[in-house]
């Protein structure tokens, strides 16, 4: 039989290769939802964050949950909804994890630059969410 990561261990594997390969990305998050809240299953960066569990309609995170679109903040400081987890951060994406319409969890970077997400990003990161989807929930 095949061996295939599954569940926490490849949300894991995903976002220490997320991490490591683009210099621009400095904390890299997945949250799973579970009930009406975001969980943090799986993370790599420098420091561990305070929000660990995140009410849907909450943050940036909270607020990509409930939509299922994802939200690209340029300046982190320009916006009410953001919960601060580091204080280096400037901007941020989060990317829903969707089965049709259904919204599983997200993908969740912090970068220290000022609007480091480009559309190229969003593309990529859709379609890393895409795959999870697929594998998970
Ligand atoms: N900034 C997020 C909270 C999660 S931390 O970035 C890891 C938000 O506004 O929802």
């Known amino acids: ?26 904390w890299t998050g997945i949250y799973m939802v579970r009930g009406d809240h975001l969980v943090l299953e799986a993370w790599r960066g420098p420091q561990a964050t305070e929000h660990v569990i995140i009410p849907i309609g909450q ?17 982190v400081s320009q916006d009410p909804r953001y919960l601060m987890c580091f ?19 997200e993908i969740d970077i912090d970068s220290d630059e000022l609007a480091a997400f480009t559309e190229e990003d969003r593309r990529f990161l859709e379609s890393v969410a895409a795959m999870i989807a697929e594998r998970v929930g």
Request: aromatic share 4%.
């Open 1 to 26: 039989a095949v061996e295939t990561l599954q569940g926490q261990a490849l949300l894991q594997r995903v976002v220490e290769i997320l991490q490591d390969s683009f210099p621009h990305y400095n």
């Open 87 to 105: 204080p280096g951060t400037r901007s941020e994406i989060v990317v829903p994890i969707k089965k049709g319409h259904q919204v599983l969890g």
């Open 59 to 75: 943050g940036v995170c909270g607020a990509a949950a409930a939509s299922g679109q994802t939200e690209v903040v340029d300046d």
